[in-house]
């Protein structure tokens, strides 16, 4: 088993997390409060016969979250969303209706898929009210792992994934097959913020949230404040953690209790990593162990502080401001914020740790290698604000920024000039890519990620093999304001 100290995996943040049990409330209509919410049965929709086939629905609806009425976005009425599993080779089949009143569209993120046609494609715009079938097929050899949906209509991600609209794609296969892997208790825990204004309606972002990346205060996990899960004594809880907001950074603990960390955004790790801690940046996922091992009582899991940067320019503004606090969130977060509590409930006979999981490829030495600069940019237009750029130019759909070819490896050079020194998770979609170096360290361990975190100053480089799908396909920030603000771009894949 690998061990990394707090402040290797700090300085590394590889971590993508893996996500859970989807506990949807929905609305419970009664004379008495029509706003009451009822815990339904965990609802997900799993793939019969190699098809994975539903319906699926973005609308506004009012729920109970946190005690307090709210209207959020939600797929199917659900806040998370359904859970959707199917297994390498499967067909994926879904008739998607907007009934939002913007523009929409589903990005599959982290899935090995198609960019191209109803598949995972960025370009596709469904107006509201209108609907499409998603088709496509993963390939026989993808990965298991905790993947997820969400919108991606350029513009408009940031606040329809802040409304809410997000859900788990989990790809069954080798590592659920391990025995000791089977043998644990498995929870999902999709991690979402929520701005609410008085009448529950999702706050408007100003001019400094959207800078920032927009937080709210009301931290959820499954819909829910301050949940609680369960494990043995002697026995395995397997967490799936998604990092489903879209700008808040997760800095996670389990008060006494170590996590084994055994898969990250692309699927499985060589063996376990023990860790103290988990740096879940927006997007990312990761799949820990948690042994129970530990006097039976409940202990805390907590959201530690964390500075994403930034804090110059947010000076400057609470200046300008005479001094108060212009975020959503409030001020910096100074002490733990709890997100759930694990109970200890009956025992088993003491279950081991794996000792291997999945081996993790070595990708060939690259012929390519590309330099992106990622930063914030003030635009000369009057009134324009800033915008955040790759290589000083903001997002244009008719424009390519890298062109590469089929079956080749590159390596990319993620630099962060930003001049307030803020953190950028830079996600790649449709192709997965290893972390070689940062700062010209090597990584400590070896794994498939989707989303890498970039801070201030750090220059990160990635090794990416393209293979199997052609077409165009783009990466961005996943902090989703500075990606609506300008931070993506297109990379075509030509055969």
């Not at 003491?350 to 060939?364: H, M």
């Not at 996943?478 to 300008?486: A, C, K, P, R, W």
Request: one cysteine or more; proline letters at 7%; glycine letters at 8%.
């Amino acid at each position: 088993m690998v061990k990394v100290n707090r402040r290797q995996f700090i300085i590394l943040s590889t971590a993508s997390a893996v996500t859970a049990s989807v506990a949807s409330i929905a609305l419970a209509q009664n004379n008495r409060n029509p706003f009451k919410s009822q815990a339904l049965s965990p609802k997900f929709y799993k793939s019969a016969g190699s098809l994975l086939k539903l319906d699926l629905e973005a609308s506004s609806r009012p729920i109970s979250l946190g005690g307090k009425r709210a209207y959020l976005l939600g797929y199917n009425g659900q806040v998370p969303a359904p859970r959707l599993e199917a297994q390498a080779g499967d067909t994926v089949r879904i008739r998607f209706t907007n009934n939002l009143t913007q523009p929409t569209n589903l990005h599959y993120h982290g899935l090995h898929v198609t960019p191209v046609g109803n598949a995972d494609n960025a370009f596709l715009d469904i107006p509201p009210r209108e609907s499409l079938t998603y088709e496509f097929t993963l390939p026989k050899n993808h990965p298991s792992g905790t993947f997820w949906y969400h919108p991606h209509r350029h513009g408009y991600v940031a606040e329809q994934v802040f409304g809410g609209l997000a859900g788990l794609f989990i790809i069954r296969g080798e590592l659920d097959e391990i025995s000791e892997i089977q043998a644990a208790k498995e929870e999902f825990l999709i991690l979402q913020d929520f701005a609410l204004d008085g009448n529950g309606r999702i706050q408007s972002p100003n001019h400094m949230d959207m800078m920032m990346g927009r937080e709210g205060e009301l931290l959820t996990v499954n819909g829910q404040i301050k949940p609680t899960f369960s494990i043995a004594s002697g026995g395995l809880l397997r967490l799936r953690f998604l990092n489903a907001s879209p700008s808040r950074f997760y800095r996670l603990a389990l008060e006494n209790h170590p996590f084994y960390l055994i898969a990250t955004d692309g699927g499985a790790l060589a063996e376990p990593v023990e860790l103290k801690e988990l740096l879940l940046a927006p997007g990312e996922r990761v799949e820990v162990l948690v042994r129970g091992e530990r006097e039976p009582k409940q202990y805390r899991l907590l959201n530690l502080p964390y500075n994403r940067g930034g804090m110059e320019m947010m000076e400057d503004e609470m200046n300008m401001m005479g001094g108060s606090s212009h975020m959503m969130g409030g001020k910096s977060q100074v002490n733990p914020q709890i997100l759930a509590t694990l109970t200890y409930q009956g025992s088993v006979s003491t279950l081991p740790l794996p000792k291997q999981l999945i081996p993790v490829e070595t990708l060939p030495e690259p012929k390519t290698v590309r330099r992106l600069e990622l930063s914030m940019e003030e635009k000369m237009t009057p009134g324009m604000g800033m915008s955040f750029t790759f290589n000083g130019k903001a997002f244009d759909p008719n424009r390519i920024d890298a062109q590469v070819r089929l079956n080749t490896v590159e390596d990319w050079e993620l630099v962060n000039v930003d001049p307030d020194r803020m953190d950028h998770p830079f996600h790649l979609h449709v192709n997965p890519f290893q972390v070689i170096t940062r700062n010209g360290k090597p990584e400590p361990y070896r794994a498939w990620k989707d989303t890498v975190l970039v801070r201030g100053g750090e220059t990160v480089r990635i090794r990416i093999p393209f293979r199997d799908f052609s077409g165009k396909t783009v990466y961005h920030c996943h902090v989703l304001d500075h990606e609506d603000l300008g931070m993506m771009g297109i990379v075509n894949i030509q055969a």
